[in-house]
């Protein structure tokens, strides 16, 4: 038989801060009210033991997956501790798509970089360095990215003028300011 609390577990720890309702936990599981609210009552239970770090409340009519209070020293320290941030070679590309030729939606980056980009863009929006700026004209009205104030500055740019120039074929002494920029911004991008 299938473990019921272990499902209800899973679908509030995916459901994040947004929690789930007891009539989608019902409607998922395919179960009466009843019986959902005995599977909650009964995780909760098992939660409460103390090595355990999660508790399960009841928000707005809506159940959510938290930590204990207990744990908020802990995750205040995880928070603040400095973590190596490296960005991947996807992501340095797609940046330096996004700092070229701004804005730009994502149909183009994939264009230009010949590779899907969706992981890069997630991981580029939450360290700051892009943003979204508009959306284009047309069907599907595309979200547009460009580059942020923070970027300017994690890479010591007055403005995008300051980007060495973009050419497709580099002489070398254009690669020489590339690879300069190129250290610049690997040193920079490890001190995020």
């Known amino acids: 038989m299938k473990?019921?609390?272990?499902?209800?577990?899973?679908l509030l720890y995916v459901s994040g801060e947004d929690g789930v309702t007891l009539e989608q936990l019902t409607e998922v599981l395919?179960?009466?009210?009843?019986?959902?609210?005995?599977?909650?009552?009964?995780?909760?239970?098992?939660?409460?033991?103390?090595?355990?770090?999660l508790?399960?409340?009841?928000?707005?009519g809506r159940y959510q997956l938290v930590?204990?209070?207990?744990?908020?020293?802990y995750i205040e320290r995880l928070i603040k501790a400095p973590r190596p941030a490296t960005l991947s070679q996807a992501a340095l590309e797609t940046l330096a798509v996004i700092a070229y030729k701004?804005?730009?939606?994502?149909a183009e980056i994939e264009e230009v970089r010949g590779v899907k980009s969706e992981k890069a863009l997630s991981t580029l929006m939450s360290k700051g360095l892009i943003k979204e700026v508009g959306r284009a004209e047309g069907t599907g009205r595309a979200i547009l990215y460009g580059v942020t104030e923070a970027f300017l500055t994690h890479f010591g740019l007055k403005s995008l003028n300051e980007l060495p120039e973009f050419?497709?074929?580099?002489?070398?002494s254009s690669m020489e300011e590339t690879d300069l920029f190129y250290e610049k911004f690997q040193q920079t991008v490890l001190e995020l």
């Open 3 to 10: 473990n019921e609390q272990a499902i209800v577990e899973a």
């Open 67 to 73: 930590t204990k209070k207990e744990m908020a020293t």
């Open 102 to 106: 701004q804005p730009v939606s994502r």
């Open 167 to 172: 050419s497709d074929r580099l002489d070398e």
């Open 30 to 53: 395919n179960m009466p009210e009843e019986h959902v609210l005995g599977v909650i009552e009964n995780l909760k239970k098992a939660l409460q033991n103390e090595a355990r770090g």
């Open 55 to 60: 508790m399960i409340t009841e928000v707005a």
